[in-house]
């Protein structure tokens, strides 16, 4: 019973922590070099009022609650690079376009915080 319990929590520990394939970690000068590219979608997650307070084109606000239902309007075949204030709720977002078959996905270690 208690390997049953520590493999359920290796799981999970996994689950959360290990890299996806197709989603790549990325620093704020990889991001800016990303820039260049009209082909590339930048999308903030931050809430509108961390947005408005700062943020840097060309990322849009799309909030880590409303991408869900916004997936849509984004193109599946472009590279994503995605950004919060930390890099916690870019690498949830980065998670949820994996699973609606966005292959291309680039997380902004430590988000706006890290931004030089």
């Given at each position: 019973m208690e390997w049953i319990f520590l493999l359920i929590v290796v799981v999970f520990f996994a689950n959360r922590f290990l890299p996806v394939k197709g989603i790549t970690n990325i620093s704020t000068q990889e991001a800016k070099d990303k820039?260049?590219?009209?082909?590339?979608?930048?999308?903030?997650?931050?809430?509108?009022?961390?947005?408005?307070?700062?943020?840097?084109k060309p990322f849009i606000n799309i909030?880590?609650?409303h991408l869900s239902?916004?997936?849509?309007?984004?193109?599946?075949?472009?590279?994503?690079v995605v950004i919060c204030q930390s890099g916690m709720r870019s690498a949830k977002a980065a998670k949820m376009l994996k699973k609606q078959g966005f292959e291309k996905i680039?997380?902004?270690?430590?988000?706006?915080s890290a931004w030089i």
């Open positions: 820039f260049k590219n009209s082909d590339v979608q930048f999308i903030d997650v931050r809430t509108p009022g961390e947005y408005k307070t700062n943020h840097r909030p880590l609650n239902s916004k997936i849509e309007a984004l193109d599946k075949e472009k590279e994503v680039y997380n902004v270690k430590g988000g706006m």
